[in-house]
């Protein structure tokens, strides 16, 4: 049960974009001044044609130079698909499937990168399916897939029934999350409202029954996001799901890491031109606004919707048993340093997680056959 409403702090904005500023301030009247953070996120990053998926604005790759905002793993290197793919061909042919699934395909090079993989290791048999909510970048996506012809298929959505081998890298942090925060013992969700001079917007605070999912020790204030969405994501796929597996990979942590009481300031983190900040609230629209993933809750969900766990593992780990390494040894110079990135621990190898899920009976895959983690959900 809502009760008071706290201000917290207050930011003006004088270059939002006007059409989504808009948008936003409606939905916020409509909710009668205040909406809960997962709502702002989610306008933020998907209203149809000017959140920052939506629009046009670059967002992928290595230098801001280019215009982007932030670099993955596939812009990175191929060499992050091509050892994907080695877990991707094996759970095909446990699954006795033929199509590969793809969720918030970005730019489209992971989806390159598997196709051109998989078909080196026999499986041209394979089709590719993306389900990406963005129009800019499904038009990006089917310029760059164009030549697989009419082996890639685009969704608006998920079918009601599908089959295949399901991948998602860095889609789970994108999802909007509820903010949660402790003052003097109580527990508030934050939310935002416009500013007081109306020409922004401001986080507030109403009181709450939502908690972690684990009791957070101590009494002082503390900040933190719970992920209904992430594990509504999961559980559709079970659902729906009929033989198959799933590989999300993200950044994040184990349940126990993530409501450490150390980490008293959320996750929430914002990327624009290469550069990190921690105010969602500034510049909507024209960066990403993402946050670390609760993998025992990812985890969780999964289980209880069905699936069984195959495992889970660092990035780096799990693209070493995908043999990252013998990839490496016939790869330039270049190449081997942007390799190297993948799985170095300051790099994207610790921080970065892989889950994975199948359909009925777990079996021995190759990406946790070393390394697997799966105790510390």
């Known amino acids: 049960m809502r009760g008071e409403s706290v201000p917290v702090t207050t930011q003006t904005h004088s270059s939002l974009p006007i059409a989504l500023d808009t ?3 409606r939905a916020v009247e409509r909710a009668g001044g205040w909406i809960g953070f997962d709502r702002f996120m989610a306008l933020a990053l998907y209203a149809p044609g000017l959140g920052y998926y939506a629009n046009s604005l670059a967002k992928f790759g290595q230098m801001p130079e280019s215009g982007s ?8 290197t191929p060499l992050f698909g091509r050892a994907l793919a080695a877990q991707l061909a094996e759970a095909l042919e446990k699954t006795g499937t033929a199509t590969v699934w793809e969720f918030g395909a970005g730019s489209g090079a992971l989806a390159a990168q598997l196709l051109d993989a998989l078909d080196a290791l026999g ?29 890639v298929e685009w969704r608006l959505e998920l079918p009601a029934a599908m089959q295949g081998v399901v991948v998602g890298n860095e889609v789970l942090d994108a999802m909007p999350v509820q903010l949660l925060a402790r003052h003097g013992g109580r527990w508030f969700e934050r939310g935002v409202v416009r500013n007081a001079a109306g020409d922004g917007w401001a986080w507030a605070d109403r009181e709450t029954e939502l908690r972690p999912p684990v009791e957070v020790p101590g009494e002082h204030d503390y900040l933190t996001e719970i992920h ?19 590989f999300l990979i993200d950044y994040g942590f184990p349940e126990s890491e993530y409501y450490h009481p150390q980490r008293h300031m959320g996750t929430v983190m914002c990327h624009r031109a290469h550069r990190a900040d921690g105010d969602p609230l500034s510049d909507v629209g024209l960066k990403d606004i993402t946050a670390h993933v609760d993998f025992t809750g990812v985890a969780l969900a999964g289980q209880e919707a069905g699936f069984a766990v195959l495992g889970y593992a660092s990035q780096a780990r799990f693209l070493l048993n995908c043999g990252l390494v013998s990839l490496m040894e016939t790869a330039s110079v270049g190449e081997r340093a942007m390799g190297a990135r993948l799985v170095h621990e300051h790099e994207m190898g610790e921080l970065f997680k892989v889950v994975g899920f199948a359909v009925g009976d777990a079996w021995e895959a190759v990406g946790f056959s070393e390394g697997d983690r799966s105790h510390t959900l």
Not at 69 to 76: I, K, N, R, S, Y
Not at 228 to 245: H, I, N
């Open 23 to 25: 948008l936003i301030a």
């Open 69 to 76: 905002d932030f670099v993955t793993a596939p812009e990175l």
């Open 123 to 151: 499986r041209g048999d394979v089709n590719y399916r993306i389900v990406d909510l963005s129009g800019t970048l499904r038009a990006r996506q089917q310029q760059a897939l164009a030549r697989f012809g009419d082996r």
């Open 228 to 246: 209904p969405q992430a594990k509504a994501f999961v559980a559709t796929l079970a659902d729906r799901l009929e033989r198959g597996a799933v």
